[in-house]
């Protein structure tokens, strides 16, 4: 089992920046492929960034690949997502996923969520 603890999300102008967390526990945490997946109000829920267990391979959405960076720390048992030059449009609910499939990008695990909202 794991469990996953994100943290970071908050209000934002736009043009700014910040730091998203996935705090993984379980002691495999550290071999599962992880991404972050968000959620705007009306929408369904879409892919953002996904890395591989060691870190080797990342992948973003068209829509944030320049600006997003995802990176992880196999010794913390955690990802980070740095996101910059945030838009509106970056408004979400940020979720963190774990154990996923890369062609599915079906996920074992899910966080609560973290709320991120960018001010115009």
């Known amino acids: 089992q794991v469990q996953l603890l994100e943290s970071g999300g908050g209000l934002v102008q736009a043009g700014g920046s910040l730091r998203l967390s996935c705090a993984a526990s379980?002691?495999?945490?550290?071999?599962?492929?992880m991404g972050w997946f968000r959620q705007a109000p009306g929408n369904e829920r879409e892919f953002v960034a996904h890395?591989?267990?060691?870190?080797?391979?990342?992948r973003y959405a068209d829509s944030v690949k320049g600006r997003f960076t995802l990176s992880r720390d196999n010794t913390k048992n955690t990802v980070y997502l740095q996101m910059n030059s945030l838009k509106p449009e970056d408004t979400a609910v940020y979720y963190c996923?774990?154990?996923?499939?890369?062609?599915?990008?079906?996920?074992?695990?899910w966080g609560q969520g973290t709320q991120v909202t960018v001010s115009s």
């Open positions: 996923a774990s154990n996923l499939n890369l062609w599915t990008m079906a996920a074992e695990y």
């Open positions: 379980g002691r495999t945490a550290s071999n599962y492929h």
């Open positions: 890395i591989t267990w060691n870190g080797d391979w990342t």
